[in-house]
């Protein structure tokens, strides 16, 4: 088994196990901004046990590598949007953000902590038991439920150990990235396969996919949907899936951090009928995603189609729309394009 030293010296054992950020409140709990996404110098400071000046010295001696995991400054008008966002009442120039998966990138590089030491050790304990378990092979009482757990096990092997493993050898290939890419297209659409023949075996084949999962979704509450968004990205690799609440979301009702560390805003709209989301949605959630600051990835989510101005904003900030066909399509098993690192 690896010691946990070794973290500290080799970059590419770190990219490996980038994704396991649970194992931060498995250690000791992480609190963060108000944002659900963020923690500052300080608070990561406090989470490890140690000085300011050495998070900041770690931050000089790793910078592109903490950038790459998140980690983030703001100034200007950036920063105000994220404190009126945040609620943060501070009258500083610039406010260092680091994102989980930055955290636990410190973790990794942070010599002089035990909560650091704790960390790596939990994390190398975690990957040893995952790598090394058996796979049980429970006796089915029939043909049927031995055929579904088998495929709910591939499927969840696939889904969170081959994907990800995949995603890191792209991460850090030249040579044979498109190979790599086009092998990860094919255990993405065996997975997809899998997917449907456990719906075959569940007993849905006597209703056209499709319609079953329309007459889903159609009968969800707008909390039922929100939560339902929530699971398929939990489903598709993302973690740190918060479903914020109503009263506080300030026009963002999602957020969550994808597979490769890029970070989430989502909006939810659950409208039945011949509604359609306006320009006026599309520009409250454009410029709530804006005032978060570097979101990676806003998704507009609804249950209906865009008008054309809310699409044509869409377009023009970046927001990737996903209107009612799309929808249906991701909820049947067909993973979302904007969540795959390429």
Not at 246 to 273: E, H, L, M, P
Not at 323 to 341: F, I, P, T, Y
Request: glycine content about 6%.
């Amino acid at each position: 088994m690896i010691n946990e030293t070794a973290l500290l010296e080799s970059k590419a054992l770190r990219n490996g196990v980038l994704e396991r950020t649970e194992v931060l409140d498995r250690v000791k709990a992480l609190s963060l901004l108000p944002d659900g996404m963020h923690v500052t110098t300080a608070m990561v400071a406090t989470y490890f046990g140690v000085g300011i000046k050495g998070i900041r010295s770690l931050v000089v001696d790793h910078r592109t590598e903490l950038e790459a995991n998140g980690y983030q400054v703001l100034t200007g008008p950036e920063l105000s949007s994220f404190k009126e966002l945040s609620g943060i009442q501070s009258h500083t120039a610039s406010l260092a953000l680091f994102s989980r998966r930055a955290v636990l990138n410190v973790a990794m590089l942070l010599r002089d902590s035990e909560v650091a030491r704790q960390v790596r050790t939990y994390l190398l304990d975690t990957e040893y038991m995952t790598r090394t378990q058996p796979v049980e092979n429970p006796v089915a009482t029939d043909a049927i439920s031995l055929d579904d757990r088998i495929d709910r096990r591939i499927t969840h092997i696939l889904g969170k150990t081959v994907v990800p493993m995949f995603n890191a050898l792209i991460a850090t290939s030249s040579e044979h990235r498109q190979e790599l890419i086009a092998l990860r297209e094919d255990i993405e659409n065996v997975e997809r396969k899998l997917c449907w023949h456990h719906r075959r075996l569940s007993g849905l084949e006597g209703e056209a996919p499709s319609e079953k999962v329309r007459a889903t979704i159609k009968a969800m509450t707008w909390q039922a949907f929100e939560h339902h968004v929530a699971d398929l990205l939990r489903r598709d690799g993302c973690t740190q899936v918060v479903v914020r609440q109503a009263r506080t979301d300030r026009g963002i009702d999602i957020t969550a951090c994808a597979a490769d560390g890029r970070t989430i805003a989502v909006q939810c709209k659950n409208r039945a009928g011949r509604w359609s989301v306006t320009s006026a949605d599309m520009q409250k959630f454009a410029g709530a995603a804006r005032a978060i600051t570097h979101v990676d990835i806003a998704l507009f989510v609804a249950t209906c189609n865009f008008s054309l101005e809310a699409q044509a904003i869409a377009d023009l900030s970046g927001v990737i729309t996903v209107n009612r066909d799309e929808l249906e399509a991701w909820s049947a098993g067909v993973r979302l394009k904007a969540l795959r690192q390429t």
